[in-house]
């Protein structure tokens, strides 16, 4: 009998679990190594969507039912600047003209959880753990952990984040290919989320966005911080004392309630900070190792749509490697020539969306405002002609083919 070909998978986010769904359908025998020392409980991270082709991807792995169910469901919205009455909107007809079956919102930690929950008893997973080195052989790869006994593997997917550990063992340092986009981006839970009338309200400045949305079903909120500047974040990215300090002075000054979101931050066990930033390879296999998702084509942490360029490119790596039967040599250009007009493409959309989310000035921030106020007393004529002249993000997101599932491979006898 054949033994299956043993793939390491770097990663249990979004990416990681959707390789691994799809390789143990195709014959491999995937391991899932997780940093994190238990699977993702409850919606953490923020809202991200998946377009057309993410969607499609969820369909394909039985989950899509799981994942509208856990849609986000967000229509109310307050909009409040530093000075003036704020403007409280439901954006329930702008929602019904924008609305697709192939789009959904989903908090990040309930699709982890989704997608753990569909692999978990056919995949093994390692969690609290985390590749050290790779060493490539002729015959496979010889793979050391922080914690583990080495294994040997025949191949290897990086699907551990924008820091991965994988693209900087086997591709070389992180700032070669990490590009700052001039911003950054900080989300966390909120423990008391008294005064917002269960609606995401959003207060804008000059270069400065603070955030609150409900968690749907929970009763709870989490708050989110994003600004602009030109200095990066030079700390380690798990320094969180340095990144809270970094995030204080940022806001130092700003009214509403971000000092008490400041505060939140503080004391949050959950928080996730990160520059805006663009990985950018020309290439995301070498050897016998190959990157998906944000290791290898990060749009953009909040901006960019990482969520469905990641189930793409997992999806189509997966499919590929079935294809040639496991034959890297065959399958990774396959994979690159697949997806890499789509990753390009993708760049586009980080830079837009940030422009678009942080204000650079008070000018930008009052036109924003405005058009906001405008939007839902358009003629519903005009309102449908703003909705598509506003989803260019959603139209490069959707500019993919997936490829057709691989045959499953026939029992060995």
Known sequence: MRTPPAVLVSGAGVAGPVLAHQLVRLGFAPVVVERAPAPQAGPGGFGVDLFGPGVEVMERLGVLDRVREAATGNTRMRLVRPVGRPLDLDLGALA???????????????????????????????????????????????????????????????????????????????????????????????????????????????????????????????????FRGEQEFAGDHRDTEAQRRFLRAAFAGEGWEVPRLLDAADSAEDLYFDSISQIRMDSWTRGRVALVGDAGYAPGPAVGGGTTVAAVGAYTLAHRLGRASGDHLAAFPGYEEDIGGYVRRSREVGPRSLRTLVPGSRWEAALGFGAMWLLPRLPRTLLRAAVNADSRAARVLSSVDLPEPAPRPRPSR
């Open 96 to 226: 019904q003209e924008a609305s697709t079956d192939r789009h959904v919102e989903v908090m990040r930690g309930d699709l982890a959880s989704i997608l753990y929950a569909a692999t978990r008893d056919d995949v093994e997973y390692v969690f609290g753990d985390s590749v050290e080195g790779v060493a490539q052989t002729p015959h496979g790869l010889e793979v050391s952990f922080e914690r583990g006994a080495p294994r040997v593997f025949d191949l290897m997917a990086g699907a551990d984040g924008l820091h991965s550990a994988t693209r900087r063992l086997v591709f070389g340092p992180e700032e070669r290919y990490r590009r700052f986009l001039g911003g950054h981006v900080a989300v966390f839970g909120l423990p008391e989320p008294r005064g917002f009338d269960g609606r995401v309200v959003l207060y804008r400045s000059a270069g400065r966005t603070a955030a609150v949305f409900p968690v749907r079903g929970t009763g709870r909120a989490r708050g989110a911080l994003l």
